[in-house]
C-alpha cells in the first residue's frame, strides 16, 4: 500500500472522528499531530495527511459546495459521515492537488468507500466525484 493511500486512510480517520464527535477539524488534526510525531516510522503518510486535512480546512466551504452541487438530491447532512470524508478527500485532490490526477483521486475514493462504508457508497462516490472532475 502507498504512502498516499495510507495517508488518505488517516485524513479519513480524522474527518471522521471530528464529524462524529462535533469536534473541530483543527483539533482532531492537532490531536493527530502529537501521535504523528511518536511515529517517525509513518512520517510519509502523516505529512501528506495532514496536507489534506489543512487543504480541507482552508477551503471547506468551496469543497462542500462542489460536493453538494455534484450529488444530485443529496444534502450533505443526508450522507453517511464516512461519504462526507471520502468526498471531502477526493474533492480536495481533484480541485487542489494538481499532482494527483482525477482519475486516482476518484479510484482511492471509491475504494475508500467500498471497504469503510455501505454497499452502496463506491457507486454513489464513484457518481458525485466523476462530476466533480467533469465540473472542475
Request: charged content about 30%; cysteine-free.
Amino acid at each position: 500500500m502507498s504512502a498516499r493511500t495510507k495517508a488518505r486512510k488517516r485524513a479519513l480517520d480524522i474527518l471522521f472522528q471530528a464529524d462524529v464527535r462535533g469536534e473541530e477539524l483543527g483539533v482532531v488534526l492537532a490531536a493527530e499531530a502529537k501521535r504523528a510525531a511518536n511515529e517517525p516510522a509513518r512520517e510519509a503518510s502523516w505529512l501528506y495527511a495532514r496536507d489534506i486535512v489543512d487543504g480541507i480546512i482552508d477551503n471547506h466551504d468551496e469543497i462542500d459546495e462542489q460536493i453538494t452541487t455534484s450529488s444530485k438530491d443529496w444534502s450533505l447532512a443526508r450522507m453517511p459521515a464516512v461519504d462526507r470524508a471520502v468526498l471531502r478527500i477526493a474533492t480536495w485532490e481533484i480541485l487542489y492537488n494538481d499532482q494527483v490526477p482525477s482519475a486516482v483521486a476518484i479510484d482511492e475514493a471509491v475504494e475508500l468507500a467500498k471497504e469503510f462504508s455501505t454497499e452502496e457508497s463506491g457507486a454513489f462516490v464513484h457518481g458525485v466525484l466523476a462530476r466533480v472532475a467533469r465540473s472542475s
